[in-house]
């Protein structure tokens, strides 16, 4: 995609978190939850403009609203968006309370990948708790509590998200096993590692962005949206202007109209700078 026309005015800042706002601690395997002053100086600069900031990630919303609070996103009583679980659920806040939720049934899509990788860990989320998983995710993958479930009782009821992470595999294997079974019957991304997350069809960070948009009077001209993986696509190809985070993988980078720095330079304080001053 090509660098947007200097006419184009945000109204609406769409951020992921993972990777944009935080960044992956190395050698913790987990994300930081410290957002950098200037990153934060910016995003509060945008909302003083009158900018909507709504944050869209893959993480629960309860996991998300720790970093709605550490951007100040709810001020004046104005309730502020979030979308969750990759456009599955979508949540106002405060209080968190969900507006809207899809979801499909998971059953034939996990057991079709775990009879390729039958040592692999499934989560679904448990909203309010954290996750009911099969095994535990190694350490700092998933926030709040695991509830070790059987993989029957998991799937027996239709879900909004489905995590399945192989420790002992790659991203590119898990690439290729999405190619090669199509996964009928859900929308499916796979993250940095061999983590893929499951979704109902049509369902991605772009419909539930779009979502929010419906209840502001807005469009996917208005928006901003900033991302660094490839659940960030969809997000990037919607909006009036996707940005790619400096670090991303190229497939996210040839998805964004513009690539701004690294999370370690501050790449959504860089990119907001172009339109908001403060």
Known sequence: MSEQLPTFAPKLIALDIDGTLVNWVEGLGQFQETISRPVREAVQAAQAAG?????????????????????????????????????????????????????????DVVYAVLSHHPEACVAVEERGLGYRVNRYFPAGELS?????????????????????????????????????????????????????????????????????????????TDVLAIGDGRNDITMLQWAGRGVAMGQSVDDVKLAADHVTDSVVRDGVASELARWFHW
């Open 51 to 107: 900018a909507h900031v709504v944050l869209a990630s893959g993480r629960s919303a309860e996991a998300m609203e720790p970093i709605a609070r550490a951007l100040g996103l709810s001020r004046n009583d104005d309730l502020s968006w979030i979308v969750a679980s990759n456009g599955s659920v979508i949540c106002q806040d405060p209080p968190l309370q969900v507006i809207h939720e899809e979801t499909f049934d998971a059953r």
């Open 144 to 220: 709040g509590e695991m509830i070790v479930t059987s993989l029957d009782q998991m799937v027996t009821d239709p879900v909004s998200r489905v995590i399945i992470r192989d420790p002992n595999a790659t991203a590119d294997e898990f690439i290729e096993l999405g190619a090669k079974l199509g996964l009928h019957g859900s929308e499916y991304v796979v993250g940095w590692t061999a983590w893929l997350d499951l979704s109902p069809v049509g369902i991605s960070k772009a419909s539930g962005l779009d979502y929010v948009c419906g209840q502001l009077g807005l469009n996917a």
